[in-house]
């Protein structure tokens, strides 16, 4: 099943992430939406604005998947340094793009266009703009990467504008059955569900809160039959097990009539 | 500079923070704590519990960093693959550990100890299990690498309890001056700024707010002097761009008296 589903990675570039200075906010938001397109998100990586590993790492990744999303670097000071090393691990020239310039013009004047505001123009070659409706910089795409802002609003209101032209797989469907267990109660009965079950791909997600141990048992199919068979199967253990789920959450394209 | 000091790396194991369901809240505590400790985390990366895929990564890290801590993946349940990675990433036996065997029995009685749960007393060879003040179930340290719990509870838990073993350089001091000045008009005086003082790192995070802009400009260096002559001409820079800094700090320990 896997095979046949478009896989994405994301790589966050930021010092101040690492540090803890900041919190990320983009990957949780690029993984919904993923999965919504029917995108697998099959790795992140929170990397430093170090071009030797920048480079080494976009080669990888855009190798690895079919779709890399960046997230910040595109910005005007010396520590902005996405362009150049997508370019580097791409192979291409880096040059200054009329489009990007064109519009950082309209934005700035010509006049307000200090060589640092103008290094925001350079991109690979061949690289395709992507509209940034809040403060005009753009980012772009070239071959399978996507360069995004590292600004939350910003890097959303990208993605959005290149979302149509993902091409994913059959969405994954979900269903969540909250379960007042311990893991240890039901690990068993769901590893005969999962052996029996190999379409669907069951997480376990222990929780606590006020001493009240329980888990989050998430089941994953792109087929609504497997998923539903699976949630039966799932409701059946809990109930065998002496509990009633806490709540059960199913995704309504996933809902048999 | 960097050289000098311990680097370590992150890798958070599980599916549900790659599809958006649930927001790593590790990574940001473990980017502080370390930072606190005068080691650099200089990578993270978010990977699903696929086997093949968690052995060359644990591999990989664990020889690239003098420190590498996994959050995830330590329960009782299939999908917890976290302790046989690690051994087979280390080429070393996965053993039924006899003292974490006592800490389940203890918790759990020996009727309690389900198959499943016994699954959590397993180590590699030669590990040294982390305390788990919470719910009992052990973490491990084998070589240069630890195994914390996914629940950020328990997992801050875990990490405190090691803190005070981790080997870190001299700790980097932090000054942050926030400028209402846009990114593309202190690019350049800043980036000659950088040029000038390569022991300290000048990162600029631009933010805006109110469809005001600002960019953050955060100073970092393990000598107290260098901080400060750096700050000194950030502010400098900030007055002479006809703004005030909107505000700044300073770790205390940089602070001159």
Redo the contacts between chains.
Sequence with gaps: MTAERATAAVLIIG??????????AN?????????DLGVD?????????VRA?LVAQIDQLRREHDYLFTTGGI??????ITAECVAAALDRPLIENAEARALLVER?GHD?L????L??ARTPTDAALIANP??AVPGFRVANVYVLAG?PDVMRAMFESVAHTLTGGPR?L?ATVVAPLR??????P??AI??QHPDA????????SSAQ?G?SL?I?SADPDVLQTVLDAVRAMVRELGAQPLSEEVEPEARRS
């Design positions: 010092n101040e992430i690492l540090s803890g200075r900041t919190e990320d990957l949780a938001y690029l993984g919904r939406r993923l999965t998100l099959r790795e992140a990586r929170v990397v430093p604005d590993t910005g005007p000071t010396h520590d902005d700035y307000g200090t060589p640092a505001r290094r925001m809040v403060s600004i994954l979900t893991e240890g109660d039901l690990a068993e769901l590893r999962q052996e791909e069951i997480g376990s997600y222990p929780f606590y141990f888990a998430v994953r």
